[in-house]
Each structure stands twice: as structure tokens, then as C-alpha cells.
DNA sequence: CTACTCTGCCCGTACGTGCGGTCAGTTTTC
DNA sequence: GAAAACTGACCGCACGTACGGGCAGAGTAG
């Protein structure tokens, strides 16, 4: 029934997260359906009954990995739109954002990657498609400000906020974190595509899509900070 | 329940091809995991020793599907880049196209969509992947042909067409053939979005992308000719 | 024409296995 | 000593697929 609640006094999670952990990375390597219990229990050494006991089913534990990955993702997003005024910075971030955690949290991002289709109809994953519905509204209320602004050229801004989001989360299917094509690269590129496509004067989106500019500086250390906490 | 119908003549395949179409819509509906070989058979009315019997194993008939619907697109592509010249031409048919069979063909490409990982590692899915890799690789030949030509701007093209194909292969997530948003707007906004941030005159561009362009025209021709043969 | 055989579909069943989840009980921690 | 953490045995089920046989039509011999 009602989950456990952490616990009293206790060391925050303690065994519970390296659970969670070693499950996302099962997910990211497999996908949800041919990662198991069993193997996740092996791995660590323990029985398969206490991953039950922390986590009741198997659908609340990729709902608890989405709703981590992407409350995570939201804080960010709204720390770096506090410091970024202008829209095609604000919209660079988000690239930068999306192609660093590829590489900073590599297994959780495909494990939510592989596996958002599920929040769209799947119950019990309200939440979580609530925040992923979130995120990507504050993509879509950027490129709306920079059209306003006249930074962007008129368009349908849901339409190419997908089209961002797709070019982003097809990356599991072939960014390998250890291979030798720096993330720094990826996410230069998209951006000067992206902005270059949208009508931004070059200018600026040379500044924005710089990987050692101020947007990538500003993403790196948030997005950095939290995950080291 | 006298659905099957097959009519006089012997038609290629029989209920060898009813069974491969009915498997491509569950794959695409619930993935290939999920999808199972009773619910095919009963759907069908018939036995799951039957489809063993054409299909062998589960594998195979995945990678058959990737295999028919790779082959297809292979050609189309051969068939439009033989009719069109240009390059900012030829790489807006590759948009164009792979729109355009979410709507005529929407089982087929999401089960490919869904499923396209399998062949990177899986094996069985050899020929498969080869005709992916050189899919992505007639793309990359334009984008190469766009910027010696200088119409798109200097940069890394197998990137480009990794954003490009990121785009598309997340439409499945999304894009709902039913809807009311037509298909030839989504191809025409991701085909200037992306043509003017590969740099291309707005002139150009704007013909490449118009959905009663020449272009589309091409591949619309060439698309459906092939799908209702 | 008849009878026989061969062959390609197709059926129904049964088997093995893998997996999610239960439960009763023990150990650990505060 | 109460609550939480953990265990290991067990259950039920869903699914892939192996297997033995049925049946209808085509070819062939008499």
C-alpha cells in the first residue's frame, strides 16, 4: 500500500538509491520492459522482495526515475531563464542543457528518453507527464518572446519546439558519452542550426551557441552544481 | 470473422502478408515487447502455430519489417535524388518524404521508429542496419554536395543529419495522422527551419519547402505510386 | 476417371521459462 | 520493543515456440 515514506532519521535513501541507480541504468541499457527485478537484485546483492519493499511495483519505479529526471530538469531550467534574458540565449540553454546531461548523468537521460512515451498514456504517471508538459512550455513561451522580440521569424512555436525536442532526445540512439565527439561540439552545432534557422542575427547566435560563451558557462554551472550535490 | 477474403488468383503472400501487417500495428502500437503472437493470431482468427510456421521466430519477423520498410524507402530516395538536382532540393524530398509516410504508412514507420535501436546491436538485423546506414548516407552526401555547391554553410554533416533525422524519427511520439494538423505543414516548417539554418537563400528555401512545390510534388508522386502498387 | 502421393498451409496443444508480485519470518536500527 | 530493512521460497501467468497431425489441391500413374 503507502509507500515508505524515507523513513525516520534515517540517512536520506541510503540503500533505497543505489536501487533506483542500478535500475535506471538497466532501463537505459535494455529498456523498461526487458529490465528486471532479478537482475537489478543480483547486481547488488540483495533479494528481489526488498526491491518490492521499497518500491511496491515496477511501474512506480520508472515513474519515480522520470519524475526525479525531470523535477531535476525543471530547477534548472528555471535558474538559468533567472540569468538569461534575452530569448535566443534562453532557447540555447536549453540545448546546452539537454546535450550536457547526456554525458553528466548519461544512464538516467536515456532511461527518460527511451521510455517518455509511456507518460503520455500510462496511469500512474501523472506527475510526470505534468513535468515533462511543464518543460516543454517554457521552450514554447521562449520562441513565442523571441518572435514578439523580432529575434525569431513568425512560426508555429509548438511546432518547432518538437522539432527541437526530437533533434534532442533521439541522442541516446547514437551520442556515446565516452566516444570522441566532445558534447561541447553537439551542442554548438544544434545551436547555431537551430538559432541560424529561426532567423537570429548571426551575431548573436555566434555568443549563444559558443561553447565557452556566457550561455554555456551559465548552463554548465548550474546543471553541474546539482548534479555533484 | 470472413474478413480474410485473399480472393481468386493467389495474391502475393496471402495471409503470410495479413499476418506481417497486423504484427507492424501492434509493434507500433504497443512496441515490440509487448507485442505477442497470441494477440495477432486472435485477431486474425487463426492459430499462433500459424504464424510460427511463416515467420519462425519473433526476431525474424521484426527484421523483416525493417527490412521491407527500409527497402522502400531506399528506393523512393534513389527515385526523387534521380529527379532532382539541386541540393537544397534534394535534402527538403528527404523531409518531404519521411513526413509524408507518417501519414500514409503511420503503423509501418512507427513500428520503425519505435524499434530502430534494435538494429544497431541485435543480431539478425544485418541487412537492416546496412540499408539504414546507407539511407543516412545519401543525406549526408547532400549535405556535403549543399555546402561545396555553398548553398548551406560550412559545417559537420553527419551532425546535421543527426539533428535532421532526430526530428523526424520523433515524430512518432507526437505526430497523430488523424489530427488536425495536416502533414504538409509540419514538413514545411521543419524544412525551413532547417534549410535556413543550414544557410540556404530564403528564395531557394522557400520553394524547396512549399508543400505545393515542386519538390513535394516529386515525392508525393513518388510515395504514393509505390504504396498503392 | 480413379486412386494415390506429395506438399504447403494451417491448427491445437503442451512445454519450458522468465518474471512480477506475495508472504511469513528474521535481522537490523533507533 | 517497534518499525523498518531484508530474505528466500513460492505462486500464477503470459509468452515463445516445438511438435504432431489435418486438410485441400496439384501432380501422376493405372
Redesign the interface.
Known sequence: MAEPVVAPGRPRGGRRDEILATFTRHVAER?Y??ANFGDVATELGMSKGTIVHHFGTKDRMLAEVQERYMGRRLEEAHAFLARLPAPEQRLAAFVHAGVRYSTLEPATTVAFQRE??RL?HEPGMETARAQRDAYRDLVVAVLREGQEAGVF?P??AR??S??????????W??FDPQGR?PPE??AA??C????????TPDELAAVAADPHGPVATCVAEIVDQRATR
Open positions: 529498456g520492459d526487458r517518455v512515451v503520455t521569424v512560426g508555429d511546432l518547432r518538437l522539432q527541437m525536442f526530437g533533434s534532442l532526445h533521439w541522442m540512439t547514437w565527439l561540439d553537439v552545432e544544434f547555431r542550426t537551430l538559432l541560424r534557422g529561426l532567423g
